[in-house]
């Protein structure tokens, strides 16, 4: 199926463990990004990258890493987790950058930091 | 399980009957606009959008108006059936500031039978 997905689903973890996130889209979009959602539903941008390159870094810190090994992918690795790192994180990706993009989004990895 | 939004307004409909959801929007500046429907344990579903030169387009069982002079945006979706039952977030985007789409609060929609 064409998709995003990302795994793993749900992620529960131990504070000040190092946890990673994957993301893959077969859509043949360039633009991926990665979405924080807390418990409100509140969603906000955390990264974007346009063909493997960062376009976007909102204020994150920097224990989070986004990489993009090729234009299909894009991993989140989160060093020393936080109690406040627990919420869902949404990976998404668009195929113009343009002023009427529309982001396909997956179905999200809900992360529980104990 | 997915965790709930505890203090998301909500909204309860008749199913049949028409929803309307509203959407302030903080931006004078923004010039596109997206509606987006995200069902437990989902990531968000585009449903409808439109550009700050219209002031309403339609879709398939869905509206969507803007208003531009008071910054508010809604979404009528008409006949609401079970399976509207979601969260609806609308996004606002400022083509000139960057490619980067802020989405609103959302709106908790429950179809009662």
């Known amino acids: 199926d064409t998709a995003v997905s990302q795994t793993p689903k749900y992620l529960v973890t131990q504070m000040g463990n190092d946890k990673s996130i994957k993301c893959e889209q077969n859509l043949g979009h360039d633009t991926m990004y990665w979405y924080k959602q807390d418990s409100k539903k509140f969603l906000k941008i955390m990264f974007s990258?346009?063909?493997?390159?960062?376009?976007i870094n909102e204020t994150v810190p920097n224990r989070f890493s986004p990489k993009s090994p090729d234009k299909a992918h894009l991993n989140l690795h989160i060093n020393s987790l936080e109690l406040g790192d627990s919420a869902v994180y949404f990976c998404?990706?668009?195929?113009?950058?343009?002023?009427?993009?529309?982001?396909?989004f997956g179905s999200g990895t809900q992360l529980s930091v104990l | 399980g997915e965790s709930v939004g505890l203090h998301l307004p909500t909204l309860s409909v008749q199913e049949g009957d028409n929803s309307i959801i509203n959407c302030a929007y903080s931006n004078s500046a923004s010039d596109y606009f997206i509606w987006y429907k995200q069902e437990s344990g989902k990531g968000p579903q585009f449903i409808i959008d439109?550009?700050?030169?219209?002031d309403k387009r339609q879709g398939q069982r869905v509206t969507v108006l803007l208003n531009k002079t008071v910054k508010h945006l809604s979404l009528q979706i008409a006949a609401t059936q079970p399976g509207d039952s979601a969260v609806y977030f609308c996004a606002e985007k400022e083509e000139a500031a960057g490619n980067k789409l802020t989405f609103g609060g959302g709106t908790r929609v429950l179809v009662k039978p």
């Open positions: 998404a990706s668009s195929d113009d950058l343009g002023p009427n993009e529309k982001l396909f």
């Open positions: 990258y346009n063909n493997k390159e960062l376009i």
């Open positions: 439109i550009r700050s030169n219209m």
